[in-house]
């Protein structure tokens, strides 16, 4: 074997737990991730090494000499950086942003995430939009956040790592005496002619109006001009009555008076959501909050594509490949 001038420590993981279960699905399991992934990973460390780690076969699973010779020196670096995570992240919490109050996405993977690190301090923070809170994910006055991943600008994405959580449904947010507001469910072909608001202006949150500016695209819907930002429910509501524009936003988004939410269909867009943490973050309680975004997740089925949905193809690549 070689040595590369570094080694990821998340490769010597997949490579432990795989020679520790023999199996590649159990290890994945283990881990709470794809199968894919798994073999990826594996596959990097080999590459990087220079050497075959596993002899693999239809039937079974073995390590090789040179992965018999590896299995110590791993586990010795992963007890390591674990003693290392438990010194450096002691003494302070966890810094998580949930985007806005009511979210209910990013506040499930919280929850879920402090009974898995029930040892740890996890503190939610309320940033409004990803390309805001990553420029504090950056300087590291907060942990981790979620979003839309591919909508921040290449030189954001370079210092963070994501995982995806889920494609979460898009709806529209109506005033109760709007046309549309007798449906159940709202055709997009029904919004041609509107115009509709979704974050335009917006500093921190201009991920949210690319991904709208791309689902309007050839469909005759209009993206609303800037509106003065407004802070906290009271000051939206306000706005939004004046102005009276329909609100894009996804179907969790929490009930306002005198407004209606409703799901959008025909095709149903997604909007893509990850779990985002700077590059290099050391904190215990980390691998809890990926363990409950990836467990939430699987329960709930929030990375299947309905069949009629609707993403950007640049989502698509980067959802597929954290």
């Not at 070689?2 to 881990?31: C, I, N």
């Not at 006055?141 to 600008?153: E, I, K, N």
């Amino acid at each position: 074997m070689s040595a590369p001038a570094h080694l990821d420590p998340r490769l010597l993981r997949a490579f432990v737990t795989v020679a520790e279960e023999l199996h590649f699905t159990r290890a994945a399991v283990r881990l709470y991730v794809a199968q894919q992934a798994l073999s990826r990973d594996v596959r990097r460390l080999e590459r990087e090494l220079g050497s075959d780690l596993f002899v693999r076969s239809t039937r079974q699973v073995t390590l090789t000499a040179d992965g018999e010779r590896l299995l110590p020196y791993a586990r010795a670096v992963l007890q390591a950086q674990e003693d290392l995570l438990a010194a450096a992240g002691r003494s302070r919490p966890l810094l998580v942003d949930l985007n806005s109050p009511g979210l209910e996405t990013p506040r499930r993977v919280l929850h879920r995430a402090r009974e898995l690190a029930s040892g740890h301090e996890l503190m939610a923070r309320y940033e409004s939009g990803l390309t805001g809170a990553a420029g504090e994910l950056l300087a590291g006055r907060l942990d981790a956040s979620f979003g839309r991943f591919a909508g921040l600008a290449p030189v954001l994405r370079s210092g963070l790592e994501h995982q995806p959580v889920r494609y979460e449904p898009m709806a529209i947010v109506l005033p109760e005496d709007h046309r549309l507001a007798a449906l159940p469910e709202v055709p997009l072909a029904e919004l041609a002619g509107e115009t509709v608001y979704a974050g335009a202006g917006n500093p921190r949150t201009p991920e949210w109006t690319d991904l709208a500016r791309q689902l309007f695209r050839g469909r005759g819907i209009a993206l609303a001009s800037p509106a003065p930002l407004a802070v906290g429910d009271e000051e939206f509501q306000r706005i939004m009555a004046r102005t009276r524009h329909p609100v894009l936003t996804v179907v969790d988004f929490p009930p306002l008076p005198s407004m209606v939410l409703r799901p959008l269909v025909d095709p149903v867009p997604l909007s893509p959501v990850s779990l985002v943490w700077r590059k290099g973050l050391i904190h215990p309680a980390l691998e809890g909050l990926r363990r409950a975004a990836a467990l939430v997740g699987a329960e709930e089925g929030w990375l299947r594509i309905p069949v009629d949905g609707w993403i950007p193809a640049d989502d698509s690549v980067v959802m597929a490949s954290p």
